[in-house]
């Protein structure tokens, strides 16, 4: 699920790749994709709607790294064969309860530019049927309503437009006569992502794990005391930090889901390897901003910042997403993170690492 490609080579119609060459097999029939109630972009769609369409089902959900790192090629597949026969279908399965707003959703929509239908699945209800276990996952659907294809986590983008070729072409053979005389664009041929969606640093080995702030999933933590469920507890910090591990510093609320600052000056600090840091946040109080430094090593992040603070890390939490905060050049070892917020209010739900 973690593995990604730095680039990939994506051709149109016009150069059908050769990263697909082995058999499709029929995985079975596609679920029906009912028990959402919340659509954007589109009208509910059922399989009767998609019948004669190649469908391109995509699990994700707005504050997760690895689906944010993947939708511009979902985007560039969609816009390049929207009009071949593909129906690109998100499906927005919440990891954390923020994530099941419908404003919340919609507002990363308009921030990530999809365009494309997405059924909101709260309940989890088509993520079930699928039998799904992964952010992002893609299945890959044939004319018929058959799953012939499917992928985990990023990476692998020629294959999966192969398999997209592959498909239509079974619906319609001249696709191929017609790309040739339109000579479709090469979007998914150009994908550059930047910011958020940037590729992953696949150079760098050992890299620092996802990291839970809730204790439903917390691990590594140091200091003292040990995490107090559900209840407001002063945190102190360990004379050392072992590589990984993370600690609080000052008042904290530690609930299933986050962790919340409980006044000024409350911190939280992490031992990483990695290139970039990125951290879940957001507000206990919609529409009430929480403002932070970010440090690492003990100072200013300077030309290290990430999208989101400013080089003297200074940022802002104004909505419920994940956050850049430090996006290096390359992969380095045992340096220390640490964010201070200056106020109450903050929730932090979980890093990750690029």
């Known amino acids: 699920m973690r593995s ?4 990939a080579t994506l051709l149109t119609l016009t150069g059908p790749l050769t990263a697909c060459q082995e058999p499709l097999p029929d995985e079975g029939p596609m679920p029906e994709l009912s028990g959402a109630e919340t659509w954007f972009n589109s009208p509910p769609l059922t399989n009767a709607d998609l ?28 816009a390049k064969y929207r009009d071949h026969g593909l129906v690109v279908i998100g499906v927005h399965a919440p990891e954390f309860e923020f994530e099941e707003d419908t404003t919340n959703v919609k507002a990363a929509m308009t921030r990530l530019g999809i365009t494309y239908p997405v059924v909101l699945d709260n309940d989890m209800k088509i993520w079930n049927a699928f039998k799904n276990q992964y952010w992002p996952a893609h299945y890959f659907i044939d004319v018929n309503g058959r799953i012939r294809h499917h992928h985990f986590g990023e990476g692998d983008y020629d294959k999966s437009e192969a398999v997209i070729q592959r498909l239509l072409k079974e619906v319609d053979p001249s696709t191929l006569k017609q790309a040739k005389r339109t000579r479709m664009s090469d979007t998914s041929a150009h994908v550059v992502a930047s910011g958020e969606a940037a590729a992953a640093d696949v150079a760098g080995k050992g890299r620092s794990p996802e990291t839970y702030i809730g204790y439903a999933r917390a691990a590594r933590m140091a200091g003292t005391p040990s995490v107090q469920r559900d209840s407001v507890r002063r945190y102190a910090a360990p004379s050392t930090l072992e590589t990984n591990a993370w600690t609080l510093v000052g008042p904290w609320l530690v609930t299933r889901e986050y962790g919340e600052s409980r006044e000024a000056g409350a911190s939280l600090t992490y031992k990483f390897d990695a290139r970039d840091v990125n951290l879940v946040m957001g507000q ?41 905060l430090i ?13 201070t917020f200056e106020g109450p209010g903050a929730r932090v739900y979980a890093f990750t690492f690029g």
């Open 51 to 78: 019948k004669g369409k190649v469908v391109l089902i995509d699990f994700w959900t707005y504050s997760c790294v690895n689906c944010l790192r993947v939708i511009p090629y979902v985007k560039a597949w969609d």
């Open 4 to 7: 990604i490609l730095l680039a």
């Open 327 to 339: 996006r290096q050049k390359q992969h380095t070892r045992g340096r220390v993170f640490t964010i």
């Open 284 to 324: 206990a109080v919609r529409g009430t901003p929480v403002k932070f430094r970010v440090t690492i090593d003990g100072r200013a992040p300077g030309a290290e910042a990430g999208m989101d603070v400013d080089a003297q890390g200074y940022g802002v939490i104004i909505e419920n997403r994940m956050y850049q």
